[in-house]
């Protein structure tokens, strides 16, 4: 079966680092997205890795580890309106354009 | 660019009612999805489009669940008879290919209670 974890609810202070962690167990495996849910509004694309490694996009970084089946989102200089669900999804092969979801981790940023 | 178009936004029906949701993807998407997301968890793909044609409806509900995309653009949701647990929202989403890896750009969703 397909199994996405990540940690439910995060905190954290504005102007911070926040790192949110994704582990995976899937076959089939092709990439790891991350997606960025306000409340009531559509997912949003923030990044997508398929080779091992950091890739950075603005204060925004994502990192994946295929080996360990491991990927975590980086948030630096955090805003208030980072506040939002972050959705980690593995991409499968096998036909079609799959996107398996974990449940999503509810950020709340800080004064 | 315009982006994915859903309606409607908000929908509120009694059990065993029908309903009907519409997409319009993004221009030149020739794949398109419905996913469900009930509260608290990820979206989970109900049904895959590549044209007009159905890529997977493995976790469609056929009982109950329909969809189609007749011209290959314009796609359509429709629920018969709806139960509680069908309270959800429908993401409507696109991307250019269904090859693994590209990119799929969501709808705003349609939040339907059953009630």
């Known amino acids: 079966g397909q199994n996405i974890d990540q940690p439910t609810e995060m905190t954290a202070t504005e102007g911070a680092i926040v790192q949110i962690n994704c582990t995976y167990q899937?076959?089939?495996?092709?990439?790891l997205f991350w997606y960025q849910q306000h409340a009531g509004e559509a997912p949003t694309f923030l990044s997508y890795?398929?080779?091992?490694g950091l890739e950075e996009k603005g204060r925004f970084s994502s990192f994946l580890s295929r080996s360990k089946g491991y990927s975590y989102l980086l948030l630096k200089e955090l805003q208030m309106k980072d506040s939002a669900s972050y959705l980690c999804?593995?991409?499968?092969?096998?036909?079609?354009?799959?996107?398996?979801f974990g449940t999503g981790t509810q950020l709340k940023v800080e004064l | 660019e315009a982006g994915v178009a859903q309606s409607p936004r908000y929908k509120i029906i009694e059990k065993r009612q029908s309903v009907a949701f519409w997409c319009n993807p993004i221009?030149?998407?020739?794949?398109l999805y419905w996913y469900q997301q009930i509260l608290g968890q990820g979206p989970k793909l109900l049904i895959q489009?590549?044209?007009?044609?159905?890529?997977?409806d493995s976790q469609l509900p056929k009982d109950r669940f329909s969809a189609e995309r007749l011209k290959g653009v314009d796609s359509t949701l429709k629920i018969q008879p709806a139960k509680l647990e069908d309270s959800a929202v429908y993401l409507c989403?696109?991307?250019?290919?269904?090859?693994?890896?590209?990119?799929?750009?969501f709808g705003e969703g349609s939040w339907l209670t059953v009630v």
């Open positions: 989403a696109s991307s250019l290919a269904r090859t693994a890896g590209n990119t799929i750009y």
């Open positions: 899937t076959s089939g495996f092709n990439g």
């Open positions: 890795n398929v080779l091992d």
């Open positions: 999804a593995a991409s499968l092969t096998g036909g079609g354009n799959k996107l398996t």
């Open positions: 221009s030149g998407h020739a794949t």
């Open positions: 489009f590549q044209n007009n044609g159905v890529v997977d």
